[in-house]
Structures are given as structure tokens and as C-alpha cells.
């Protein structure tokens, strides 16, 4: 679970300073599909911890896949 938070980490920041750089807004939608799929890992995580922020991370993971499938 480490390694593939890791790794989508780096993808959504190399994704996002490459947008900035180049101005081109082309692959927002997906970083923000990917962005949304890293808040679900974490709200999952969050529910074996038996914490409440899960319910938090849960519902902003949900509306961040929505307004990206939107937005496709």
C-alpha cells in the first residue's frame, strides 16, 4: 500500500509541475482522477486505523472522481 501511494505521488506532482511548465492543461482530469484514487487510499487507510478522518477523505475522494469524470 506504501509503494503505490508513493509512486501515485509522484506521478500526480510530475503531472502537475509539467502542466504548469509547459501551459498546457491537457492531463488535469486525470491527475485529478489520480489525485481523487490517493485520497481513497488514504481514507481507507484512515478506516483500519479506526479514525474518523476516513469519512472526511472518503467524501472528498468521491468528489474529486466525480467533477474529474465530469470534466473528461
Given at each position: 500500500m506504501k509503494?503505490?501511494?508513493?509512486?501515485?505521488?509522484?506521478l500526480?506532482?510530475?503531472?502537475?509541475?509539467?502542466?504548469l511548465?509547459?501551459?498546457?492543461?491537457?492531463?488535469?482530469?486525470?491527475s485529478s482522477l489520480l489525485l481523487?484514487?490517493?485520497?481513497?487510499?488514504?481514507?481507507?487507510e484512515q478506516f483500519k486505523k479506526r479514525r474518523n478522518w476516513g469519512y472526511l477523505f472518503s467524501a472528498v475522494s468521491l468528489l474529486v472522481i466525480v467533477v474529474s469524470?465530469?470534466?473528461f
Open positions: 509503494f503505490i501511494k508513493i509512486s501515485l505521488t509522484c500526480i506532482v510530475y503531472i502537475f509541475v509539467h502542466s511548465i509547459k501551459n498546457d492543461f491537457l492531463y488535469s482530469p486525470i481523487g484514487c490517493l485520497l481513497a487510499i488514504v481514507g481507507l469524470i465530469y470534466s
